[in-house]
């Protein structure tokens, strides 16, 4: 496809159980990121790769939270034991290059934990 | 404080209005500057960058960046209301891949 993107677009689970959610980024983009976004705000930093390498994780609020891009491609974000306040909006977005380039989103998965 | 401010809004303007939507930034060292435009229940949208001080200007979009008083502001032409729209800002500091976004303004363009 010509965009990023992600699945499941929904995603309902009951709290402590393990989600994984997916981020397909446009076709030779080297750059990828994993947002959070809550209702009302703009997104949060989570983590960020370039290809298969994970250079950046400050943003992952626990050690709940797992995230992968094993081929420099797909990228996986996976969340364990989930809790109510994991509820948002997850977003991936990729860039062409490194650096300051403009990024491209995908159209995020609504995760709600019951 | 958060690093990137704006004004939640929502902005209101007439069909046809000049829209301007302002943020504002904490860290000196920012150099790359984002306008990203998201409609409700879908991902962010691309409207214009910006790295140098001056305005961008691109169609009916108008990107202003004064880094002395640390600010960018995003002028809309025309307004339409089809550009109703939450407004996100965001931010790269020099040395940095990571954009820190505002939590982005609400503009309401009414017939």
């Known amino acids: 496809g010509a965009g990023v993107s992600q699945s499941p677009r929904y995603k309902v689970a009951k709290r402590g159980q393990d989600v994984a959610l997916r981020c397909d980024p446009i076709s030779g983009h080297v750059s990828l990121f994993w947002y959070q976004q809550a209702l009302g705000q703009g997104p949060e930093f989570l983590t960020y790769?370039?290809?298969?390498?994970?250079?950046?994780k400050s943003g992952l609020p626990s050690d709940r939270f797992f995230a992968e891009r094993p081929e420099g491609s797909v990228s996986t974000l996976k969340i364990q034991r989930t809790q109510q306040e994991d509820s948002a909006v997850y977003l991936c977005a990729s860039s062409s290059t490194t650096g300051t380039q403009p990024q491209h989103f995908g159209d995020g998965t609504r995760l709600s934990i019951l | 404080q958060k690093e990137v401010e704006q004004n939640s809004g929502p902005l209101s303007v007439p069909e046809g209005a000049i829209a301007s939507l302002n943020c504002t930034y904490s860290d000196r060292g920012s150099q790359s500057f984002f306008w990203y435009r998201q409609y409700s229940g879908k991902s962010p949208e691309l409207i214009m960058f910006?790295?140098?001080?001056g305005d961008k200007e691109d169609g009916r979009f108008t990107a202003q960046l004064n880094k002395a008083s640390q600010y960018v502001s995003l002028l809309i032409r025309d307004s339409q209301p089809s550009d109703s729209a939450t407004y996100l800002c965001a931010v790269i500091t020099g040395g940095s891949y990571i954009p820190t976004f505002g939590r982005g303004t609400s503009l309401i363009v009414h017939p």
């Open positions: 910006i790295y140098s001080n």
């Open positions: 790769f370039q290809n298969e390498a994970q250079l950046d």
